[in-house]
């Protein structure tokens, strides 16, 4: 019976050795399920919190193409404008040339004017120094009339000798 009761201890030993070990693994298998539904639980609850920054994300990249849209919208009424002032400063350059032709044609035909101007550099008539040291004055306003008032004067005035006075040309919008 020695033996018996040898065999019948093991295997008392081995059955309270595989409960152990049948209720490690189920206490261990509670405790993971625990863990994966709190990391569930927390990965929910912060669903919201993502969405929320999204939203927010989103919300930035619209007003960011929204103000890259005004942007460019300025850009290119900067451009139509500037391109709008080179076609006037081009215009008022040939309407100025005109000018200054029509100005040294009278000036020509006219025995009033003295002759003896030189040209400058710039395409403009001067005077001699012995006529004129003023640097300052320009060609339009040395010429004279008989009654030696400037050409100009007499037309803008009405003949009275004022000054000629000449404002920018308006600008468009």
Known sequence: ?????????????????LVAVALLMRQRTT??????????????????EVRRREAIAEESDARARKAQAEADAKA?????????AQAHQGHATE???KLERELARADKLDPD???NRTTQE???SRPDDD????????????????????????????GIGEPDRTEPPPTTR
């Open 31 to 48: 405790r993971r399920r625990s863990k994966a539904h709190e990391i569930r639980e927390n990965a929910t609850q912060q669903v919201s």
């Open 76 to 84: 290119a009424e900067a451009k139509r404008l500037s391109e709008q």
């Open 1 to 17: 019976m020695d033996t018996a009761i040898w065999i019948i201890l093991a295997v008392v030993i081995v059955l309270v050795v």
């Open 95 to 97: 309407s100025r040339d």
């Open 122 to 124: 710039d395409g403009t």
């Open 113 to 115: 004017v003295k002759k």
């Open 131 to 158: 006529v004129a040291e003023d640097a300052d004055v320009s060609p339009r306003s040395q010429r004279s009339t008989p009654n030696g008032t400037s050409p100009a004067a007499t037309a803008d005035s009405g």
